[in-house]
């Protein structure tokens, strides 16, 4: 992996680094906090730059996706 990248604020802190052990290149990206790591490809890092705030205000609502239980989201 690439050099990773520490961002933060007072709601988030998160590592960011450039994968390319797969097929091709990805972002990862790691949540410091809960150590829950997650990759994405050029398709849907390209999709958030076309969303609009309003697309993502479920997504930044913790209380709709932080909490939740890992068992009720493999459902």
């Known amino acids: 992996m690439d050099k990773s990248v520490v961002l933060k604020n ?14 091709g290149d990805r972002l990862m990206i790691k949540d410091i ?15 958030l730059l076309w969303s609009t705030h309003k697309d ?5 609502d913790p209380s709709k996706t932080r909490w939740i239980n890992e068992i009720d989201d493999e459902e």
């Open 10 to 23: 007072e709601f988030a802190h998160v590592v960011v680094q450039v994968d390319k052990s797969a097929n």
């Open 33 to 47: 906090r809960t150590g829950k790591i997650s990759f994405f490809d050029p398709l849907e890092l390209e999709s």
């Open 56 to 60: 993502l205000t479920n997504l930044l």
